[in-house]
């Protein structure tokens, strides 16, 4: 399985708009192959920083010829 990161910097004051939409942008997530688990955290030391870890399958990658 693999974890995938990001930290999500986000402009002080716009919090609240930038986790509305994170219900659809999860069902968009879940729907791809191998997807396992989602996990969206807020910073309690940065409350602008939101944490996204996303667990999966290895997904095939494409061979250059």
């Given at each position: 399985?693999?974890?995938?990161?990001?930290?999500?910097?986000?402009?002080?004051?716009q919090?609240?708009a930038?986790?509305?939409p994170?219900?659809?942008?999860?069902?968009?997530?879940?729907s791809?192959a191998?997807?396992?688990?989602?996990?969206?955290s807020r910073?309690?030391?940065?409350?602008?920083?939101?944490?996204?870890?996303?667990?999966?399958l290895?997904?095939p990658?494409?061979?250059?010829l």
């Amino acid at each position: 399985m693999i974890t995938e990161h990001a930290l999500l910097p986000v402009s002080p004051g716009q919090e609240h708009a930038f986790e509305l939409p994170f219900g659809e942008a999860r069902s968009i997530t879940a729907s791809m192959a191998g997807f396992r688990n989602l996990s969206f955290s807020r910073s309690v030391e940065w409350p602008s920083t939101y944490l996204l870890l996303v667990d999966g399958l290895p997904r095939p990658t494409a061979r250059l010829l």
